[in-house]
Protein backbone atom coordinates (compact mmCIF):
# COMPACT_ATOMS: atom_id res chain seq x y z
CA UNK A 1 0.00 0.00 0.00
CA UNK A 2 1.75 3.29 -0.79
CA UNK A 3 2.66 5.63 2.06
CA UNK A 4 2.59 3.39 4.49
CA UNK A 5 5.59 1.98 5.88
CA UNK A 6 7.65 1.34 8.86
CA UNK A 7 9.89 4.88 10.07
CA UNK A 8 12.78 4.40 12.77
CA UNK A 9 13.31 8.36 13.21
CA UNK A 10 16.36 9.90 15.13
CA UNK A 11 13.53 12.01 16.88
CA UNK A 12 16.10 14.05 18.68
CA UNK A 13 17.58 14.91 15.38
CA UNK A 14 14.30 16.34 14.21
CA UNK A 15 13.49 17.73 18.06
CA UNK A 16 16.33 19.58 18.13
CA UNK A 17 15.32 21.24 14.54
CA UNK A 18 12.21 21.96 15.71
CA UNK A 19 13.65 24.18 18.62
CA UNK A 20 16.01 25.24 16.07
CA UNK A 21 19.21 24.05 17.97
CA UNK A 22 21.66 21.90 16.72
CA UNK A 23 21.21 18.06 16.83
CA UNK A 24 22.63 16.30 19.16
CA UNK A 25 24.99 12.80 18.59
CA UNK A 26 23.75 11.45 22.20
CA UNK A 27 20.04 11.61 21.72
CA UNK A 28 19.03 7.88 20.91
CA UNK A 29 16.97 7.26 17.81
CA UNK A 30 13.21 6.14 18.85
CA UNK A 31 11.76 3.77 16.45
CA UNK A 32 8.21 4.39 16.18
CA UNK A 33 5.18 3.12 12.88
CA UNK A 34 3.61 5.86 11.22
CA UNK A 35 3.36 5.70 7.48
CA UNK A 36 4.98 8.33 5.63
CA UNK A 37 3.75 10.07 2.80
CA UNK A 38 5.69 11.34 -0.31
CA UNK A 39 6.00 15.14 0.29
CA UNK A 40 8.73 16.34 -2.15
CA UNK A 41 9.91 19.97 -1.56
CA UNK A 42 6.79 21.01 0.34
CA UNK A 43 6.62 22.85 3.60
CA UNK A 44 4.70 22.59 6.94
CA UNK A 45 3.11 25.95 5.63
CA UNK A 46 2.12 24.76 2.41
CA UNK A 47 -0.08 22.21 3.95
CA UNK A 48 -1.34 23.85 7.14
CA UNK A 49 1.46 21.69 9.49
CA UNK A 50 2.64 22.47 12.84
CA UNK A 51 5.88 20.49 13.73
CA UNK A 52 5.11 18.84 17.30
CA UNK A 53 6.67 20.82 20.47
CA UNK A 54 10.19 20.12 21.68
CA UNK A 55 8.42 19.66 25.00
CA UNK A 56 6.34 16.80 22.64
CA UNK A 57 9.22 15.16 20.95
CA UNK A 58 11.02 14.97 24.53
CA UNK A 59 8.34 13.09 25.76
CA UNK A 60 7.87 10.30 23.07
CA UNK A 61 12.15 9.95 23.50
CA UNK A 62 11.64 9.52 26.80
CA UNK A 63 8.25 6.98 26.98
CA UNK A 64 8.28 5.88 23.65
CA UNK A 65 4.67 7.19 22.81
CA UNK A 66 3.11 10.60 21.80
CA UNK A 67 0.67 12.15 24.93
CA UNK A 68 -1.43 13.02 22.39
CA UNK A 69 -1.04 12.15 18.39
CA UNK A 70 0.14 15.25 16.85
CA UNK A 71 -1.19 16.60 13.37
CA UNK A 72 0.76 15.57 10.34
CA UNK A 73 3.84 17.09 9.72
CA UNK A 74 6.93 17.08 7.45
CA UNK A 75 10.19 16.06 7.84
CA UNK A 76 13.26 16.13 5.97
CA UNK A 77 12.20 18.95 3.58
CA UNK A 78 13.29 18.89 0.67
CA UNK A 79 13.51 16.56 -2.62
CA UNK A 80 13.24 13.47 -0.10
CA UNK A 81 10.82 15.04 2.29
CA UNK A 82 7.94 13.40 4.05
CA UNK A 83 4.75 13.96 5.50
CA UNK A 84 4.67 12.12 8.47
CA UNK A 85 0.92 11.47 9.90
CA UNK A 86 0.82 9.25 13.39
CA UNK A 87 -1.98 7.20 13.89
CA UNK A 88 -4.06 5.66 16.82
CA UNK A 89 -3.06 2.67 18.52
CA UNK A 90 -5.81 0.01 16.89
CA UNK A 91 -3.95 1.62 13.34
CA UNK A 92 -0.40 1.16 14.71
CA UNK A 93 -0.84 -2.23 15.94
CA UNK A 94 -1.94 -3.36 13.03
CA UNK A 95 0.80 -1.75 10.73
CA UNK A 96 3.39 -3.39 13.50
CA UNK A 97 1.66 -6.84 12.59
CA UNK A 98 1.49 -6.31 8.81
CA UNK A 99 5.55 -5.82 9.32
CA UNK A 100 6.32 -7.90 12.28
CA UNK A 101 8.68 -10.28 10.72
CA UNK A 102 10.94 -7.03 9.35
CA UNK A 103 10.14 -5.09 12.52
CA UNK A 104 11.72 -8.65 14.42
CA UNK A 105 15.06 -8.95 12.43
CA UNK A 106 15.33 -4.84 12.69
CA UNK A 107 14.98 -5.52 16.52
CA UNK A 108 18.01 -8.37 16.46
CA UNK A 109 20.36 -5.83 14.27
CA UNK A 110 20.24 -2.85 16.63
CA UNK A 111 18.43 -2.99 19.93
CA UNK A 112 17.19 1.33 19.40
CA UNK A 113 15.17 -0.08 16.57
CA UNK A 114 13.12 -1.95 18.61
CA UNK A 115 9.34 -0.87 18.56
CA UNK A 116 8.60 0.34 22.38
CA UNK A 117 6.73 -2.12 24.98
Known amino acids: MRGRTIVAVGL ?3 CACSAGAQPKPSTPPKTGVAPLHDAPDVSN ?5 VMP ?10 HGRWRENPEPFV ?7 FLVQFLGVTERAAI ?7 LA ?4 LRREWCLPQ
Open 75 to 81: IMRGPHG
Open 105 to 108: RLCT
Open 12 to 14: GLV
Open 96 to 102: AKEYEAM
Open 53 to 62: SPDAFTHFVE
Open 45 to 49: DAVGA
